[in-house]
């Protein structure tokens, strides 16, 4: 091998080492540093607006993506007696279920409201990493819907049983045989100033400051 063929490999093979100890660096400063999950989704508070008597519903002209505020009145059910109906929350049609002039039943859902004004992430979180982390934490977010963007957000609350508490509790193992899962436990995070691109349901990924 030729003296210049030797240096270049040998450099070659610096570069390559050096870039493992980079990434070993790395990785080493965000396990110390940080709690991340790419198990998490954007969510706000939901309502349903429901039929609150049988009979014939009017005046309904919702639209999906109407906003609608508490105890608006959203249209009348004309049967026995003529009643209201009402939103029970601020919120934003996503879902049209009625149509005006058909008949309904008391408690029939009519529409599907979401909280879009405030919605927040819903991260869950290995057992193993939830003793790192603490309410009101810092969080940077990314969502699969506006991934160009990094959003800013806190931790508000931390979920008091894993997500498999009640299926544990349902489901008895009376085989014998038990083989160890780590355990995931639901964490809300905050968001800040969201995009129009991120919406309920929306894959997402933070990154929680220890």
């Not at 349903?48 to 009979?55: N, Q």
């Not at 408690?107 to 991260?123: E, N, S, V």
Request: charged share 25%; hydrophobic share 35%; glycine share 10%.
């Amino acid at each position: 091998m030729s003296k210049g063929r030797l240096i270049l490999t040998n450099i070659i093979g610096l570069i390559i080492v050096l870039a493992i100890i980079a990434g070993g660096a790395y990785y080493y400063y965000n396990s110390v540093s940080y709690v991340t999950t790419d198990e998490a989704h954007v969510a706000g508070d939901m309502a349903e607006i429901t039929a609150p008597a049988s009979g014939k519903l009017s005046g309904w002209d919702i639209d999906e993506g109407t906003k609608v505020t508490k105890d608006e009145k959203t249209a009348k059910i004309k049967g026995e007696q003529t009643v209201d109906v009402k939103s029970i929350m601020d919120g934003t049609i996503v879902k049209n279920e009625a149509k005006d002039g058909q008949m309904v039943q008391a408690g029939q859902t009519l529409a599907q409201t979401i909280d879009m004004d405030h919605l927040y992430i819903t991260a869950n979180i290995k057992e193993t990493d939830v003793k790192d982390i603490e309410k009101g934490d810092k969080v940077d977010i990314v969502v699969d819907g506006d991934p160009g963007a990094t959003f800013e957000g806190n931790v508000e609350e931390i979920g008091y049983a894993t997500n498999s508490t009640f299926n544990l509790l349902s489901q008895q193992n009376t085989s014998g045989n038990y083989t160890k899962v780590t355990q995931k436990v639901p964490v809300k995070i905050s968001i800040k100033n969201p995009s129009d691109k991120v919406l309920p349901g929306m894959n997402a990924s933070v990154k929680i400051s220890k």
